[in-house]
């Protein structure tokens, strides 16, 4: 059964950073799209960062240049690194696979078929 797995979350203050990270097991995901999406509650879960089969990455517009989505083939692992966090980057975070698609990726929720139950993230101001 495909399985995916967060875990680094937490609770820091603004200006600090975190590391995601999101184990796969029972499949190889190192050559499908894969993503980490954010939710916060009442409101629709929006893409955060989108990484290709072959590594290529998209950002969405309030996180980049602070956020960097990266995976580890060898450890089938997908991470986010997050630095400058801001307060208003509170939410679940969840990691994603879309494994119909290898280099043209989506950043819609749709896409994505795969899920795992998610990590939180809360940032003081």
């Known amino acids: 059964q495909v399985r995916l797995v967060e875990s680094g979350g937490g609770s820091v203050q603004a200006g600090g950073s975190l590391r995601l990270s999101c184990a796969a097991s029972a499949y190889t995901y190192s050559d499908y799209c894969m993503g980490w999406f954010r939710q916060i509650p009442g409101k629709e879960r929006d893409v955060v960062a989108i990484?290709?089969?072959?590594?290529?990455?998209g950002y969405s517009d309030s996180v980049k240049g602070r956020f960097t989505i990266s995976r580890d083939n060898a450890k089938n692992t997908l991470y986010l690194q997050m630095n400058s966090l801001k307060p208003e980057d509170t939410a679940m975070y969840y990691c994603?696979?879309?494994?119909?698609?290898?280099?043209?990726?989506?950043?819609?929720?749709?896409?994505?078929?795969?899920w795992g139950q998610g990590t939180q993230v809360t940032v003081s101001s």
């Open positions: 990484i290709t089969g072959g590594s290529s990455t």
């Open positions: 994603a696979a879309d494994l119909s698609r290898r280099y043209s990726c989506r950043d819609k929720v749709s896409s994505f078929g795969y």
